[in-house]
Structure formats: C-alpha cells, structure tokens
C-alpha cells in the first residue's frame, strides 16, 4: 500500500497487482494497523496525504480480543509498536478476513512463520506470481494468430459478411462481444483477417451442455473466409483452440455449427467433437471434453486415443518412442512456430516471432497433421507411436541440437514413385515437388513417409549435453530414427515441458 501511495512514480510490479486484482475481483483491504503505522510518521505533510489515500482501500473491521496479552500468546514478542501492528496484521490473516498478507518486512515473514501463518504471507513479487497463475490464461502464440479484443475489429470487414447471411442478428451480437470485451484469436494475412475465433468462458449453468464441468472454452464464431479455404487455417485456429484449453485447465469447448459446413464438421470430429444436440435454429451443437488429470486405461488404439483426446496422448509401455532427427531447414519449415534464432535474448519472447513469414511456407506450419519423409530403413513405427523430433546442429537456430517436439505417428508407408510421392503428401509436406524429386525414390531405395499429429513442443528444448546427462544420447546424437528405451524415454520425459500435464 505504501508503494503503491508514496509521492512518487509506482514501481511496475505493484501497479501490475493492483490491476490484476482490479480486473479479476481481487480486493485489496488494509487493517487498522496501517493508520498506526502512518500516524507515527514524523513528516506531517505527508503523512496528512497519505491517510487521504487509504480510503480508495476496503477497511477491515477491527477483530475481537486484540489487547497486547493476547496478540503476544499468539504471535509472540511485541517490544515495538512495530511488532503491535505486525501482530495485528497476522490477527487478520489468521482469523481468516482475508487470504493472503502481502509484505516485504522479512521481520513480519519470520513472525509468521514461527505461528504457521508462512505460507500465507506473500512478498510482492510472489503475490503477482499467484494473481498470474491463478487467473491470467497462459498465452499459445502461433504463427499468423493474434490475440485482439472484440472492439478493436471493425464490423465492416468481409470476414463478417457470410455471418450476417447465417445469423441476422448479427451486428446486435457483435455489438454485445465488443461492449463485454470479448476475447478474439485473429489470423492476420498482409494486415487482412484471414480468420478469426471469438471465444467466451462460460460456467455450465450459462453453458447447458451435455458435459458438465466448471470452466468451459465457448467459440462464439470460427470462421475462415472463403479467399483462404485450402490454407489449412481451420486447423491452425482449431490448434489455437485446442492447446489454449490444454494449457489452461478447461473441461471442456464447444460451439454451435450449420449442418451445410460439412468440412468444419468433419475436421471437428476428427479431434474428438461430437454432436450433442440440434438448437431451435437447427445449429448442431458439438462438444468435445478436454482430458484432465490421469489418463483411463487404454480401450482403443493409441491413435484413436491421441486423436479424439488430442492433444493428451498415451505413453504407456505399450507405445514405442522414436528419436527422429531432422535437418534444421526442413524443422523450420515443419515447425514455424518455434523457429527462433541463435541472436534471441535470454528470455525471448514473442517480440521476437518467428524466422517464417514467406506465404509458401505457411501452409504446412499450420496444420496439426503433417509429414516427414526421409530414408530411414526402420519398419517399427506402428500407428500412435511418439515421435520426438531432434534439430540437428544449425549455429543460426536457437534450439540447434536439441528435441524440441513430440508428436504420434498417424500412418507410416514406403512409397518408391516420385509422382505417388508427391501426389501422397500434397497436402501437409512442406518439401517441393523438385525436392521431393530429388529424394529419388526408387524400389531399391524408397523414401518413408511418416504423417503424424503435432501435440507440442517442449519449452525449453532438451539440449544435447542434457540428453547425454539423462543417459538418452551417448557422445554423438543417433543420424537415423531411433527407437528409446522405456528407461531412456522416462528420464527423457521429466525433462518435457509441453505446457500441459501428461
């Protein structure tokens, strides 16, 4: 509170508690001993100037049983009026008024802890830790997508004029998002909305869908324009959607869609949708629970399971795991989303986007389903296996020797035709026609063609001198796919951060 109030400018951190807990219902209460503690100050000015600003504060009533004798039983020592109001302070905390006290005194911090109050007395830089875990949504930033409030989009553009034919009342509605600030995900294009997703969190009582469950992603509107159809960007939205839910702990998403969009339906019940009902307006609803917690036994194949569950996965003993390396040009190309450079800060962020923004690229680092080919001999992958993409060494790339992604395997198969090769991976390879040409597939020498499901990519990578610590790599990184051990895979996994527990 006094950092906050002091005549001075308000250092980063406090101004950023006091908004956090302003936008999320947070209150902010002081007790009777912050008066004392200001009424001792000997500067009468600003001492007159800072009670004045207690009052945009909530004000605990005093509590009973506060006379000296009973603060020291409880709270020990009190030689000071410094310790009076310290005790006072851990009276509110412990009578439970209010959660959390929040001090960089270290004297208050050992007080507490000595009566079992520790952990319920926060410095400022753990109190905005806990107001950001708790109630700020982990960011997903891919490639192209962009995070906008609903009244920074004007209701002019194009992307809204297909909306308006499907639902009349749509510019009332969209007026509503904008004046509730709704959230918005925005595929940008050369400044143009290729795509958009405007989303709610809604309780089940303002849901009413089938699942149940307390914390539930809606899609208010998912909608590509038509210019962009073939971009796989309704997958990179329903990525977008799908990791957002994982990362934040939803139970479930849903949204309502038109029989006629027989596409969308479909790329939704690939990944687990399943229509629940029909509205009054003949939209189907279609709701796909995301899986939390420990997974259940395994009843379908492990394929299935990633697929439906996605992006939770199987990785049981049953399900083999592969090391596949992979030449850093073909990873870019493969994984956008990740390809930052070897000049990045220590702690980059998303200022620092990624390397990729050449139209040919985009689509193959949209998509959730992609391919690898190469001319690996193995025979092992089966359908659903785990697959940890290596980046072999490029000194301009900043995870150059490391894994930095897990994905399942979806199909495996040999193909000894350049034309079948080419005409097999149109749509997810991010190689050319020439450089698939090139790879010379012939019947002595096939090339591999392994599609898969993206499911994350681990932050940090695991660099090559921790995959040798961990006993995954010897002295050199394997030059071909490589099956792991159980024991490889398990102290590999320990060191895997996808951004979600699995």
Known sequence: MIGLEDPKPVEARLADISRLSNEYGVGLFVEGANYDDIARDRDEGRRRVTLSKLDKFQKLARLPNQSD???????????????????????????????????????????????????????????????????????????????????????????????????????????RCK????????????????????????????AQTQHRGPKILKICTFKVRDEYLG?????????????????????????????????????????????????ASGELVMEKPILRGALPTLTESALDFARTNYPRFHDGAAVSK???????DYHR?????????????????????????????????????KVYLCHARTSMIKPG??????????????????????????????????????KHTAKRSVYSPEEMRAMNPT??????????????????AVGLVDLQRLGVLGNHPYQSITILSEDQYRALRGALDLGFAF
């Open 231 to 279: 971009e796989k960007f309704g997958e990179l939205l329903l990525k977008q959607a799908l990791w957002f839910a994982q990362h934040n702990n939803y139970d479930l998403v849903y949204l309502t869609v038109y029989p006629k969009h027989a596409l969308l339906i479909s790329l939704l019940k690939y990944y687990g949708f399943s229509e629940t009902k029909r509205s």
């Open 333 to 369: 190309r493969l994984f956008p989303e990740i390809a930052f450079g070897r000049e990045l800060p220590l702690f980059p962020t998303s200022d620092f986007g990624p390397i990729l923004t050449r139209e040919k690229d985009r689509t193959p680092g949209n998509t959730i389903r």
């Open 322 to 328: 592969f090391y596949v390396p992979i030449q850093p």
């Open 69 to 175: 004798a009973d603060l020291v039983a409880r709270f020990g020592p009190i030689k000071k009026d410094n310790d009076r109001s310290d005790a006072r302070l851990l009276a509110a905390l412990d009578a439970r008024a209010v959660d959390y006290l929040i001090s960089e005194d270290g004297n208050l911090h050992k007080r507490a802890a000595r009566v079992g109050l520790g952990d319920r007395v926060l410095t400022i830089d753990d109190a905005l830790q806990w107001l950001k875990l708790t109630f700020v949504a982990k960011t997903v930033e891919l490639p192209h997508v962009i995070e906008r409030k609903a009244y920074e989009l004007s209701d002019r553009n194009p992307i809204f004029a297909s909306l308006r034919e499907d639902y009349p009342p749509f510019d009332s509605w969209f007026e």
């Open 385 to 422: 296996d785990i697959l940890l993409f290596y980046m072999s060494k490029d000194e301009s790339l900043a995870a150059s020797q490391s894994i930095t992604t897990l994905a399942i395997a979806e199909q495996v198969r040999d193909i000894d035709d350049p034309d079948e090769l080419i």
């Open 179 to 206: 004046q509730a600030h709704r959230e918005c995900w925005v595929l940008e294009i050369d400044s143009e909305i290729a795509g958009l997703i405007i989303r709610k969190t809604e309780t089940h009582l303002e």
């Open 443 to 460: 019947p002595a020498s096939p090339v591999k063609v392994i599609d898969f499901l993206l499911v994350g990519h681990t932050q940090p």
